[in-house]
T-cell receptor
Framework: GAVVSQHPSWVICKSGTSVKIECRSLDFQATTMFWYRQFPKQSLMLMATSNEGSKATYEQGVEKDKFLINHASLTLSTLTVTSAHPEDSSFYICSASTSGGANEQFFGPGTRLTVL | AQKITQTQPGMFVQEKEAVTLDCTYD???????LFWYKQPSSGEMIFLIY??????QNATEGRYSLNFQKARKSANLVISASQLGDSAMYFC????????????FGQGTILTVHP
């Protein structure tokens, strides 16, 4: 149980295009989903927290107009990188929580984004 | 605000030996949780072990144990009987009561297990 999937697992796009990444909780309902970003050989940095049916809460320094997050249902959250640029190339990981608590947080396998 | 410090960028250990990965933390929350995750080269985050700040005993999960020293604000991970498959990046993380659910990660330690 407690499986989280991400789609796509990797994506290559041209600069200026938008890319949507999906995060799904497959066998549980996630009241809260978290989006992280990880550069090579670095730590995970929390980008935003999303709760089903409400607007996402972004961490300081994260552009909410560039990284659009939608948590439309209890099993799906999407991250859209708008007008992507090469500096947006990174590993994006989502996690889902049944209660919002960190000790009940399950991670997706991640999505590797490369912007040319 | 919370902070995790992992001072060992890389560690090497011989197969079947034990290894300790260091982690110190700082938080103003009276209640918090400490976590260790393993990230192999595939990128997935694998949960290893959890320690609550009010837990009296050190957490253990199979070959993993967490050496929790609250006064020193340290939460070191001990891996016993290392295996080749343990080679990966290891992250220590903290989640505090006032930032419920938000994990703050350390810089990570790359562990290499030699045969």
């Amino acid at each position: 149980g407690a499986v989280v999937s991400q789609h796509p697992s990797w994506v290559i796009c041209k600069s200026g295009t938008s890319v949507k990444i999906e995060c799904r909780s497959l066998d549980f309902q996630a009241t809260t989903m978290f989006w992280y970003r990880q550069f090579p050989k670095q730590s995970l940095m929390l980008m935003a927290t999303s709760n089903e049916g409400s607007k996402a809460t972004y961490e300081q320094g994260v552009e909410k107009d560039k990284f659009l997050i939608n948590h439309a249902s209890l099993t799906l959250s999407t991250l859209t990188v708008t007008s992507a640029h090469p500096e947006d190339s990174s590993f994006y990981i989502c996690s889902a929580s049944t209660s919002g608590g960190a000790n009940e947080q399950f991670f997706g396998p991640g999505t590797r984004l490369t912007v040319l | 605000a919370q902070k995790i410090t992992q001072t060992q960028p890389g560690m090497f250990v011989q197969e079947k030996e034990a290894v300790t990965l260091d982690c110190t933390y700082d938080t103003s929350d009276p209640s918090y949780g400490l976590f260790w995750y393993k990230q192999p080269s595939s990128g997935e985050m694998i949960f290893l072990i959890y320690q609550g700040s009010y837990d009296q005993q050190n957490a253990t999960e199979g070959r993993y144990s967490l050496n929790f020293q609250k006064a020193r604000k340290s939460a070191n991970l001990v891996i016993s009987a290392s295996q080749l498959g343990d080679s990966a990046m290891y992250f220590c993380a903290i989640a505090g009561g006032t930032s419920y659910g938000k994990l703050t990660f350390g810089q990570g330690t790359i562990l290499t297990v030699h045969p």
